[in-house]
């Protein structure tokens, strides 16, 4: 029988960009089909989680979440909430447990950069790992589809080619963003699901981006967010920041996900200045 006595795993969440996105469709359970490169970075939330039996019978088990956010998404309404109790449901640890989760934010929320989604799939590894549950992978990602469409991509954790809703996943050892990064948050808040409903898709759309196997700032399949038409329509400032970025010596730069935050690829010493000149702006501001 396991220990009763607590035990705490400490582990970080990185964020997310996306190279290229295209909306491919709309299907009939209200989603839609999608692909993109996803790209991991290195800007990460950091989760402790704390896991504790409670009894040998079989009860309740106590959830809690925890942030330090402004926006203080804690409890239910957090996704990783959604995740522990969607693998506590499904694989019936025996007994009753509590487990404890705190995120200490360093990924902007609503930004289009993953951070909830990374928190999730960050405590669904935890609990892998905790109850050690002979698990077969398809099954896995399925709980983490469940959670939300960009989980199952963190629980991969490297650079991907992304199809269906973004879980069907294809790695990308090739491609690596030969540069310095920087990522540029403005503090606006997207509606994923305002985003996707501004865009109206009617028609389908090919794939292009599944032929992409590297990375090139020439490639014009990795130019095109779709989200960038609706989203910079009513935020024009956000539409800036990616032009502003390009004259200040980017080689590539495009809105991550549904927005808002922007990000550009930089050689040399622009991204200095770069930097410097977003951070006057008082916008978030990222190297990675």
Request: glycine share 8%; net charge positive.
């Amino acid at each position: 029988m396991r220990s009763n006595k607590a035990k705490t795993y400490r582990i970080v969440a990185p964020a997310k960009i996306n190279a290229g996105l295209r909306i491919l469709s709309k299907r009939k359970d209200g989603f839609h089909n999608l692909e993109t490169i996803f790209y991991p970075v290195k800007l990460q939330d950091k989760l402790t989680v704390r896991i504790k039996k409670l009894s040998d019978d079989p009860g309740i088990h106590r959830i809690t979440v925890k942030t330090d956010s402004k926006e203080n998404i804690s409890g239910k309404n957090n996704i990783c909430y959604k995740a522990a109790e969607l693998f506590m449901g499904h694989y019936k640890a025996a007994g009753t447990y509590r487990i404890d989760i705190a995120i200490k934010k360093n990924i902007p929320t609503g930004a289009g950069l993953g951070g909830g989604s990374s928190d999730a799939a960050a405590v669904l590894k935890i609990l892998l790992k905790h109850f050690r549950f002979d698990v077969h992978t398809k099954e896995i990602i399925r709980l983490a589809l469940i959670a939300g469409s960009d989980v199952p991509f963190f629980m991969l954790g490297k650079a991907a080619y992304a199809a269906g809703r973004g879980e069907k996943l294809t790695p990308l050892p090739g491609f690596k963003i030969k540069g310095k990064i920087l990522i540029v948050n403005p503090g606006i808040h997207i509606s994923t699901p305002w985003a996707f409903k501004a865009l109206g898709i009617n028609n389908s759309k090919r794939k292009v981006l599944d032929k992409v196997r590297s990375y090139s700032p020439a490639d014009n399949a990795l130019m095109i967010n779709d989200f960038e038409r609706v989203v910079f329509r009513k935020y024009p400032e956000i539409e800036k920041i990616k032009y502003d970025m390009l004259a200040l010596g980017a080689e590539y730069a495009l809105m991550s996900g549904s927005g808002s935050t922007v990000y550009g690829v930089f050689k040399g010493k622009d991204i200095k200045n770069a930097e410097k000149y977003f951070q006057l702006k008082k916008y978030k501001v990222f190297v990675s």
